[in-house]
C-alpha cells in the first residue's frame, strides 16, 4: 500500500489540457495539495501542461514509476494498463467509471482488467475512485481541489466512495489518510488493514463498507488488529433500496445485514448505522482516551437535558454514575435546602444563589472526576454572546478542570446558545475535551470509546476463524435432489450430540399405531416427502393425537390429501412423532457468500418469519457467543421461567448451537439447514423438524 500513499514518482495519463476553473486537473490539484515527488505526465497531443514537458505514451517515459493514475474514457483504460504493466508500473489506480458499476459491458472490462493485472503482479485501486489522499505526504489524486490540513490526525479512512473525501466535514471531521477502493476490482478491504494496522501515522480505522470481497479473510486480519486500533464501520446497503443502489454504485452485493452484523461483532469491529454517529464516534476517537467502565457523570444547567442524557444513556449503552456522596456538604447549599443533588446534577440554582455557574461547575466536574466510579463526564452549558453574559465563558473554567483531571478521563461538552459555536473550537482544541453538536452525539461517541475498551480488554481470536483441524475429513453430504429429512437428517443430528425427539417414518398406518402405543400418546404425524418441505403450509401435519382412533383417522387424512395435492410426487412416508411440551425455537445454519457459515437462534414455530426473533452468529461458534446470541432474543425471559415456570435448559440449547457450528464447518456443501421447531423444557432441548440443503453438485 505504500506505493499507492507514498509513491517517489507518479505518471499521470488522461490530464486535462485545461487549468484553472472547471478544469477540474488532476495534476493541478496534485500540485496545489503539495506533492514534492516526481510527476510524469502523458498526453498524445499536448507538448506541455503546467510547466510539465508530456510523453505521448507510457511506453516514452524514462523510468518506470512507481505509481500510474489513470483518467481515459473507459474503453482506452484497458490499453493504456496494459502499457503500464508492460513498463514495469506495479501500482495504477483507475479513477475512470463506467464498469462494474455500470453494465454488462462494465463488467466484462472489469474482469479483464483484474486478469490482466494478475498476470502482470499489478496492484489495481479502482476503477471508479478518487484514488488516495495522504495529508502527512502532501500527496492527492483527487480531481478535487481539497483542503490540507496543517496537523494531519491519525485517523485512516477506507472508503468505497470519494465523497467521505470530498465531504470531510460532515463524516469524519477530519483525516490523515484516505485510499477509496472505488469497485474494488483487485484491492479491498483486507488488503488495505494489514498496512494500517502497522502504520505508525494510523491510530484509528474508519470502514465506508457497500460490499466486501474476501470476507473471511477481512475478519481474521480485523479480528488480529482489532484490540491495537479502533475500526469503525459505516456499513451502508441496509435497506432493500440502499442495497440495490449499492449495486449500481460499485457493483457491490452487500448480503443480509443482519450477517454483517454478526460478522463485525465477532472480529471486534465498531459499527455506526449513520453520518451523525460516524462523525461523533470519529470526534471522540481523535479527542478522548477510551472510557474504561460506562458510568457517566453528567453537570447540567438544565434538569430537562439532563433527563434526555439519561435517555440516550439507555439508548447507546452508557450508565448514569452514583453521585459521589463525599462531595455533597461541599456543593449543596444550605440557602435552597429544597435543591437535593444526584446524577445528573442540575446546576443551575446553585449557581444563581452562589453568585457563579462556572465556579459551581468547575467544583462539579473536579468531584466527578476524582470519584472512581465516573469514567467521563457531560456538561451541558449555555453560552450567549451577548457581553452582558461574559460570565458563561466556558475555556479558563475548562482548562482548570483538566488541570485537576489526573485520570485523563473524557470530558464532553454539549453547550447551546448564540455564542456556543464560537466557544466550542476553543475547547476542542484542548486534550482530553471534545464538543459535540447534541447530547445524543456526545453518548454515542463515549460509547464507542466504551465499547473499544471492552475489546482491548477481551480481544477477539482471530484464530477461532480458521477452521479446526479434523484428523479425518468427514465424507461429504449427498441426497436425491439435494434435500435430507427425516431419519437421514435425524441421523445427522445424532452423530454431533443433537438429540431429536422420538419417531417412526412408515407407509403402515398399523405400524404407526403399535409405535404410538409403545411410547405413549400424544403424537404428531408429519407427511414426509422432498415435495413437501414446508408441511404446515399445506396441511401436511397434524398434533395433538390423543389415541388409535384419532391416529388412523389422522393417518388415512394426510395420505389422502398428499394423493390429492400431489398426485406424482413421492410420499417416503408418514411420521408418527412423540408430541413434547415446551418453548418452540429454531436453530439453523445459512451459508452466507460473503463470511461462510453462519449459525440462527430465534423464535420457532409456524409464526418463526412473522416476529423475526432472530440471532445470528458467524462459525466457527464459542461457547460465550452461543450464550450472547439467546441472550439478544426478545423470547429469552421466557427460557428463563416466568410465573412460576420452570426455567428451560439453556445450557442443553447452548450445545445444539455448538454442535450446529461444528456441522456446518465440517460440511460446506451445506447451504441451508432448519430445526424448526426445537422444543426446550426443562428436560432438555429436542429437535421436532429438521431439513438439510445441499449445494448443488
Known sequence: M?????PASVALIGVSRQTGVGAYNNLEMMLRYGYQGKIYVIHPKVPNILGFDTYPSVADLPEAPELAVISVGRDRVLPVFQECAEK????VIVISQGFADADETGADLQRELTETARRFGVRVLGPNTMGVLNAFSRFSTAFLDLPKDPSPPPLSLVAQSGVLQVGIESFTGRIGKAIDIGNGCDVHFADVLPYLAEDPQTEIIVLHMEGIRRGREFLQ?????AARKPVIVFKTGRSEAGARAALSHTGSLVGEDAVFDAAFRKAGLLRVRNMVELRAVCKAFLNFRAMEGPRLGVATATGACGIMTADACEDYGLRLAPFPEEARSSLENPRIAWHRLGNPVDLWPLGMVGGSFTNVLERTCNALFRSDDVHAVLVIAPVMASPLHDDLRLTETTRRIQERNTGRKPLAFWL???????????LDAMDGVACFASIDEAVMGLSATYRFEQIRRKPPRAEILEHPARAETPVPLAAPEDVITGADAEEILRNYGIVSAPSRITLDP???VQWADSVGYPVVLKIVSPQWLHKSDRGGVVTGISDRASLERAFSDLSERFRHKTPDGHLTGIQVQKQLAGKELLLGVSRDPHFGPVVLAGMGGVYTEVFRDVARGIAPL??????????SLRIYPLL??????APAAIPAVVDALLALSRLAMDHPEITELDLNPVFVNDQGCFSVDCRIVLSSG
Open 2 to 6: 505504500d506505493g499507492f500513499l507514498n
Open 88 to 91: 514495469g508500473i506495479r501500482h
Open 221 to 225: 486480519t480485523a479480528a488480529r488488529m
Open 416 to 426: 447551546y446558545g448564540d455564542g456556543a459555536h464560537e466557544e466550542a473550537p476553543k
Open 510 to 512: 398399523a405400524e404407526a
Open 622 to 631: 464459542e461457547k460465550e457467543e452461543a450464550e450472547r446470541m439467546l441472550r
Open 640 to 645: 428463563q421461567g416466568v410465573r412460576g415456570e
